[in-house]
Structures are given as C-alpha cells and as structure tokens.
C-alpha cells in the first residue's frame, strides 16, 4: 500500500469522522479527501510526474496536509519547506531535488520570482474550484513519497529520499507495538 491508500481507506470507512484538527479548523475524512482530490488535479494541469518532487511551502495548517495528499495523490513527492528558514536554502533544496512544481500560501509566494516552475497558490483549502478527476496516477509502495533534507552539518544539506514503503511499514510496527486502535488520535506539539 501507498500511504494515500491508507487515507483513502479510512475515509471510506469513516467519511464524516474528523481527520483533522488544527487551531479552530476541523476536517472531515471525505473534506480531506475531496480538497486533496481538487489539488491533485491542479498538479497534473500543471504536469507533474511520478516520483517527481513538488515543493510544498505551508505553515503547519489544514493546508499543510492537503498539499501534502494532493501531492501524493497525483503520484508526485513532496518536498516540505519551512518558510522560517533562508531564502537561499528553500532554493538550494528546491533545485537540488529539481522541483518543477510550488504549492505555497499566498502570503509565501514573496522570494520565487526566481522560480521557473508552476506555482500553485493554496489559501484556504476549502477555496480550491471544483474539478473533475484527471485520472489520479497510479503510485507502487516503492514509489517516492517526500525528501527530506538533513541539517547540513557537515557542509551542504543532503537530501533523503523516502519511498511509500517505508513510512508505511513504520505505521503498522508503530500500530503493533503500541497496540493503537483505528480510531486513536496522534498529535502534533
């Protein structure tokens, strides 16, 4: 399974329970799934390719995790990218992983006039306009799903690939060794 698949099944099973929560704002399964959906189809207008990255620019928000789904949905891998850090690293990882797509919030487009790419504005993720399905890649558990860059301690940040697999497989050990239920709730400090 893909870590999309895991979503999509308990959206199934449960479109009406929350999957979200941050500050105020609460998302249902099937809302999760219906933005990510809408997302998905804004990166293929866009061409996205799978296994190519897309550099996500998202505050922790509902936002956040609708562009990472919408990412993963379209068959792509994100790249997460703190606007808090230095203009000139957010470039170095973008170029380094060879973005060719921004999905960010309006007010963390300032700084990309650099950028060749698409850029997709993502406000509020319940603005996005309605879209048919434009075919929603197929993506294998091998598949990339993010990179992750390591501090660059010793010279310049290094990119991590990490592939459906392995966050997967990391979700059942941690569900078997803590003996979590389906409906347990796992928190962001």
Not at 25 to 47: D, F, P, V
Not at 92 to 119: I, K, R, S, T
Request: charged share 15%.
């Amino acid at each position: 399974e893909c870590i999309h698949d895991l979503v999509a099944a308990r959206a199934i099973a449960t479109p009406a329970a929350a999957a979200l929560e941050w500050h105020a704002g609460t998302m249902t399964y099937a809302e999760l799934t219906e933005c990510a959906a809408k997302l998905t189809a804004r990166l293929h207008r866009s061409g996205v390719a799978p296994s190519r990255v897309v550099a996500l620019q998202l505050h922790r928000s509902l936002e956040q995790v609708v562009g990472m789904l919408g990412t993963l949905l379209s068959g792509g891998a994100y790249l997460p990218l703190d606007p808090k850090w230095p203009s000139e690293r957010r470039r170095f990882m973008m170029e380094d992983a060879e973005c060719e797509q921004l999905v960010a919030q309006p007010v963390h487009l300032a700084g990309f006039a650099w950028f060749g790419g698409a850029v997709l504005p993502l406000g509020d993720a319940w603005s996005l306009a309605p879209t048919h399905a434009s075919g929603v890649t197929l993506s294998t558990p091998e598949m990339l799903a993010y990179v992750m860059f390591t501090s660059g301690s010793t010279g310049k940040p290094k990119g991590v690939m990490v592939p459906h697999i392995g966050v997967v497989n990391l979700l059942a050990s941690a569900r078997l060794r803590y003996q979590c239920s389906t409906d347990a709730v796992f928190g962001v400090p």
